[in-house]
């Protein structure tokens, strides 16, 4: 069964750090992109960051790029998402999700598996 756990959101000053974790259990496929989305409220859930199963495939959102860095550890399988530089419209909960790794991976509708979300808060 496949299962997506992501942690590390809390409440943060703007220019503080973040790093958020998605833990990830029971994908067998041998290609696939891990995705970092985010949705505030009244908002639509928005594309961030994604990474391919390889690492060496990483696109960012023109919103975070600079800031925030995508990676990977497959020994954990743990996929990371260091945010950086925190401003408030950087508030909003961050999903962390898999595709199969067709297309660019922008898209919330290429992807099948999501966790449960995390909140990230940061005050001005």
């Known amino acids: 069964q496949v299962q997506l756990v992501e942690s590390g959101g809390g409440l943060v000053q703007a220019g503080g750090s973040l790093r958020l974790s998605c833990a990830a259990s029971g994908w067998t496929f041998p290609y696939y992109y891990s995705g970092w989305f985010r949705q505030a409220p009244g908002k639509d859930r928005e594309f961030v960051a994604r990474?391919?199963?390889?690492?060496?495939?990483?696109l960012y959102a023109d919103s975070v790029k600079g800031r925030f860095t995508i990676s990977r550890d497959s020994a954990n399988n743990t996929v990371y998402l260091q945010m950086n530089r925190l401003e408030p419209e950087d508030t909003a909960v961050y999903y962390c999700a898999r595709s199969n790794g067709y297309a660019l991976g922008v898209s919330r509708a290429q992807y099948t598996y999501w966790g449960q979300g995390t909140q990230v808060a940061v005050s001005s």
């Open positions: 990474i391919d199963e390889s690492g060496r495939s990483i």
